[in-house]
């Protein structure tokens, strides 16, 4: 398609997606249009006859005009074709025919050149979920048996393929409704790509500094002479068009001049200059860049344009863009050797992963890293993440065997879906601790992609709970974490003994204990102040003896006769012959921490990390108890409840945006009927504006009914200001109305409705709701009060498993309500749990479904009842983590 091309009619552009590909670099996937047919014509021209007998079954080597216009000529719906493209060329083209109103033709035809990188997977992923949409659930292929690639793209997708050889011809038919395996394959591939997307940029073979600068105090010159410092293990190149040669190293004019590839580009020119840097690499086929120049979104309107034709750029090239206006990466592995950072000096090796956003937080990062005496695995700022982000890191740290322990500030999340499942995932098996202070616009730096949010900031703490995070507020609180749980074994539950020297600070240790939700089991056990060192290794290890404990907090002032340094020594020894976790305060002491290192039971160098105060310690231990019983519990299966007609569901929204584009809230049929596709039953409530119309709606329903008032002023009023219940005759009703009616009519709140009585419970509140970045929100709380004016209310981010469900439940103060207080009978759980799973799949299907909000929620012993919806659809932005894969 050429540029500047007039699209066609109809033309999907939602469709569009960058993609990972296998080897790491991407490529740009959109709907073939009419201006594609001389891009279709060279496609073909370059292919093989091999390929072309693969795909056409004939030895086609020149495609008529005819043809092409057919292939190029779609209607997006019935018959839809994607290509792929890397610098405005095809590479790849997948398309597929609807033979049957549910049944489809699919078909590839992948570039000889770009072969075994994926594209044929990525197309198929992506023509499912666009056929499924349209109503399409199975698709057909013919494949010629010779044809192993092809026929491989299909069988290790994820779906079951049925085969049928005739005629020489092999046809699969699979079903293309996504199940569990689909998504598995789907979400491993994701990972696989992403992940050695980054190898190119922590262990490049080669890299190019341009804009490297024989003045001392350029940014070019100072990532040159810290890459040379560090003893980087590849080839370097200097790109400088005036100088002869920088750092004792002979200069090209541009990238495209160095005769060797050339993985890392690192970036330091004026902003002005990079898109044509850009360009340079692209033709020199540079992999990754790594762009430090400041002047881009950070700027203003202008740099923000800057920054988008950047990653345009750089995406049609097929290439990944760490920054701009990014501090450089750090790799410690001994095999690279790579400092391609501001940051003077390498620090020393570690377990530890870090990632920052700007460059401020990288130098902040890495001074109190050193501070510690931290060591580090890799370190990587994104700057403005215009392209690399943290979740890229995290898919590289869930297989990378140098790294133990996971630190992330963020400053902003542009993917917070993306960010849940791959934390999840990587918390799994290591401690992920983050740093970021908040959510609202307010908290997004200039420069940062990122959707605004209309949710609380406890969805946002609840979302990195149920992905496992330990969420910190603050750089120094999450060094205290990292020295923990780096070096020393998690703990096995809440139970923690307390040894030191000082009755005083051996209560305020317990004090903090307490408050952190940590339960003292062993003393506080105070020596006295002239206790020798073998008193306490005594002390400590009748501590680590006890099985009532689980871990063991040690702290001490400065001894009268013993020295400081067999203090630490006693503790030291002590905790590495245990399996139990250790912490240390000492006050006032000097010369330990050299002392606090030695040889754990397994074998591996450990550290017994030491805090200024106790209360630092307790913080670190309460959050690293916290993950452990996460990382030890049944994460659950996804939830999956049946009798759910989404066809039906995704129709009727359709219909009502056709009506009414902008969206609006649905009637109360409307209602009904789309939650009654999820399974969830609404109970039946009829207008009564008289009195006499209260009557007749009672007679219809059946006594006894409840008269309330729906005005707004009225949700959750306390008490009976707006509603009678219980009535059981005629009369009972009239006298009802008559009363509501003379109350709240001066308030304009007479608004009634006449429903049937329910069963006495617990009214709960069960909604969702669509936020433009994290994209479904599910909320539960109980009505009233607790909602309206304490705000107790749990958020949980879907896809849901059935113990998140329970979670979310259990998580608002007020849930004791639900399990029999005052001698009330327990509610139906297994129902209320149900009714949120609904609710949830139905949030995760349906983004139009803006908001929606059961309220009351009706829970009692015998199972729930919904006495109350409200229904909002409009139509939404593109989810940040769409159901196919596609960076953002």
């Not at 905790?575 to 305060?585: G, H, I, N, V, W």
């Amino acid at each position: 398609m050429s540029e500047g091309s007039p699209l066609p009619a109809g033309y999907p552009a939602r469709w569009e997606a960058d993609v990972v590909l296998r080897d790491g670099s991407v490529a740009h996937l959109r709907p073939i249009t009419p201006a594609d047919v001389d891009a279709v014509h060279r496609f073909h021209a370059r292919q093989s006859d091999e390929s072309i007998y693969m795909r056409f079954f004939a030895p086609l080597r020149q495609l008529s005009d005819r043809d092409v216009a057919r292939f190029t000529n779609v209607d997006y719906r019935d018959r839809v074709a994607l290509v792929a493209t890397v610098r405005g060329e095809i590479i790849g083209i997948g398309r597929y025919d609807r033979v049957t109103p549910t049944t489809a033709e699919v078909a590839f035809n992948i570039s000889d050149q770009y072969q075994g990188k994926g594209i044929g997977s990525v197309l198929l992923e992506h023509l499912a979920v666009i056929a499924w949409e349209a109503g399409i659930q199975e698709f057909t292929a013919e494949v010629l048996p010779q044809n192993r690639k092809m026929i491989s793209v299909f069988s290790e997708a994820g779906y079951e393929v049925s085969r049928h050889f005739e005629d020489g011809v092999v046809s699969l038919t699979f079903k293309i409704q996504p199940t569990e395996r689909s998504e598995a394959v789907r979400l491993s591939r994701e990972h696989r790509a992403e992940s050695v997307s980054m190898r190119s940029v922590l262990f490049p073979d080669s890299i190019a500094v341009v804009g490297a600068s024989r003045r001392t105090d350029s940014i070019g010159h100072h990532i040159l002479a810290n890459i040379m410092a560090a003893g980087f293990n590849g080839a370097v190149h200097a790109v400088n068009r005036e100088a002869m040669e920088v750092l004792g190293l002979p200069t090209h004019a541009r990238v495209s001049d160095i005769p060797d590839e050339v993985d890392l580009a690192v970036v330091a020119v004026p902003a002005r200059e990079v898109l044509d840097v850009v360009a340079d690499c692209a033709e020199a086929g540079v992999r990754t860049l790594l762009v430090v120049s400041a002047g881009f979104a950070e700027s203003g309107p202008e740099g923000e344009e800057l920054q988008s034709r950047l990653l345009a750029a750089a995406r049609e090239s097929g290439m990944r863009v760490v920054g701009p206006n990014s501090f450089g990466v750090i790799n410690n592995d001994p095999a690279v050797r790579l400092n391609a950072s501001l940051a003077p000096e390498l620090p020393p090796p570690g377990r530890l992963g870090l990632f920052a956003q700007s460059g401020a937080l990288g130098i902040a990062v890495l001074a109190s890293a050193a501070r510690r005496g931290l060591g580090i695995s890799v370190f990587a700022s994104a700057g403005n993440r215009v392209d690399v982000s943290g979740n890229d890191f995290m898919q590289y740290w869930l297989d990378d065997q140098s790294t133990d322990v996971v630190g992330l500030y963020l400053e902003s999340m542009g993917n917070p879906r993306k960010f849940s499942r791959i934390a999840r995932r990587l918390a799994s098996t290591k401690p992920v601790i983050v740093v970021k202070s908040g959510v609202s616009s307010y908290g997004v730096p200039p420069g940062h992609r990122a959707r605004s949010t209309r949710v609380r900031p406890e969805a946002f703490d609840a979302m990195l709970r149920q992905a496992g995070v330990i969420r910190v507020e603050n750089v120094h609180q999450m060094f205290d974490v990292a020295q923990l749980v780096a070096h020393q074994p998690l703990p096995h539950g809440n139970r923690v003994a307390i040894v030191g020297n000082s009755d005083a600070l051996g209560a305020l240790t317990a004090e903090a204990c307490v408050s952190w939700g940590l339960e003292v089991a062993h003393g506080p056990v105070s020596l006295p102040s002239d206790a020798r060192g073998e008193q306490f290794a005594q002390a400590l290890a009748d501590a680590f003896a006890d099985l009532e404990v689980d871990s063991v907090l040690s702290c001490f002032i400065p001894p009268l006769v013993t020295l400081d340094e067999d203090v630490a020594t006693a503790v030291r020894d002590a905790a590495m012959k245990s399996e139990k976790p250790c912490l240390a305060t000492f006050l006032g002491m000097r010369g330990v921490l050299e002392r606090l290192s030695g040889t754990g039971v397994d074998g591996r160098p450990t550290v017994v990390p030491a805090y200024a105060m106790p209360e630092d310690a307790v913080r670190a231990l309460a959050a690293a108890t916290r993950y452990a019983e996460w990382r030890a519990r049944d994460r659950g299966v996804p939830v999956r409840p049946v009798g759910i007609d989404r066809e039906a569901a995704e129709l009727l929204v359709e219909r009502v945006l056709q009506e009414s584009p902008e969206g609006r809230r649905l009637d109360l049929q409307e209602a009904t009927e789309l939650l009654a596709a999820y399974g969830i039953e609404v109970w039946p409530s009829l207008p009564a504006r008289t009195v006499d119309e209260a009557v007749a709606a009672a007679a219809v329903i059946g006594y006894p009914v409840v008269l309330k008032s729906v005005a707004p002023l009225m949700r959750n009023s306390p008490g009976l200001i707006g509603i009678r219940v219980d009535l059981r005759t005629e009369v009972q009703l009239r006298e009802a109305f008559e009363a509501l009616n003379e109350r709240l009519a001066p308030m304009s709140a007479n608004s009634f409705v006449v429903q049937r009585m329910a069963t006495p419970g617990v009214s709960c509140v069960v909604r969702s709701d669509e936020d433009p970045l994290f994209g479904p929100v599910v909320s539960f709380s109980i009505a009233g009060p607790p909602t309206e004016l304490l705000g107790d209310i749990g958020h949980r981010i879907p896809p849901l498993t059935d113990v998140d469900v329970s979670d979310l439940i259990s998580s608002v103060k007020a849930s004791p309500m639900l399990h029999g207080h005052r001698g009330a009978d327990p509610v139906h759980r297994a129902a209320l749990a149900d009714l949120i799973a609904r609710v949830s799949v139905l949030a995760d299907n349906l983004p139009d479904v803006a908001s929606l909000v059961l309220n009351p929620v009706n829970a009692h012993s015998g199972g729930v009842d919904v006495l109350g919806a409200e229904v909002t659809v409009a139509p939404t932005p593109r989810r940040k983590d769409p159901g196919r894969r596609s960076l953002t």
